[in-house]
């Protein structure tokens, strides 16, 4: 079964870009197009895609909101957002995380780079990769917890072993290399994650970083 994309962005020759490269790729189907995140409320209803790729800054209305009615507790359908962010990085990334994106791309990125992270959020994985998630999150440095602030209680709930897992989730490592950093199998990380994930209360591995990164675990730049 091909992977269904739907192209949400307000400049039509970027849309045509992406199509040329999303179609010449035999597993990938551009089933639509929209304009605003309007628009793509309506196409996601009517064509059901798998994958959402998302503008941030549109008219009408932008991607964050699309994005939170679209991955919502009212959602029409399984579709995965990943978010199309410029080379500067927009400052409603972190909010299209929190709205339920799987994980951003920059506009510039090759094109391999964008057919392999639609496959990744296809499968349910989230797409953080390392360089750009420490770019993105030194940026908003200054907004972040120092590090002297409570820790949430919720944190108290994870087991030190999950507590290292949320620390590599959140530096974008994939489970293979969490598995190899912790000498433990990819199954035993799978299983460490999805009770990181019970026990937070969160959706999926982006909000785990950003959950990370907010309750000051992990510091922009750290190792």
């Not at 820790?151 to 969490?178: F, M, Q, W, Y």
């Not at 959706?203 to 750290?222: C, N």
Request: glycine fraction near 8%; charged fraction near 25%; hydrophobic fraction near 45%.
């Amino acid at each position: 079964m091909a992977i269904r994309v739907l192209l949400v962005d307000d400049q039509p020759l970027l849309r045509t870009g992406f199509r040329m490269i999303l179609e010449a790729e035999q597993d990938i189907a551009v089933v639509g197009e929209a304009g605003d995140g309007l628009q793509a409320l309506d196409q996601v209803r009517a064509l059901q895609p798998d994958v959402v790729l998302m503008d941030i800054r549109m008219p009408r209305m932008d991607g964050v909101e699309a994005t939170r009615q679209i991955t919502g507790p009212e959602r029409d359908g399984p579709a995965k957002v990943l978010v199309l962010t410029t080379f500067d990085l927009d400052e409603y990334v972190v909010e299209a995380l929190r709205a339920g994106a799987s994980g951003f791309l920059l506009k510039d990125a090759p094109a391999n780079e964008l057919v392999q992270a639609i496959r990744v959020v296809a499968a349910g994985e989230a797409m953080l990769a390392p360089s750009i998630t420490r770019r993105l999150l030194d940026k908003y440095a200054d907004h972040l917890p120092s590090g002297e602030e409570p820790v949430p209680d919720t944190l108290h709930t994870l087991t030190e072993r999950e507590v290292e897992v949320l620390k590599l989730v959140a530096r974008g490592l994939s489970n293979a290399e969490i598995a190899a950093d912790l000498f433990v199998s990819e199954t035993t990380v799978k299983t460490h994650v999805g009770h990181v994930l019970t026990k937070l209360g969160l959706r999926d591995r982006v909000q785990a970083a950003v959950y990370a990164y907010e309750s000051g675990l992990v510091r922009p730049g750290a190792q």
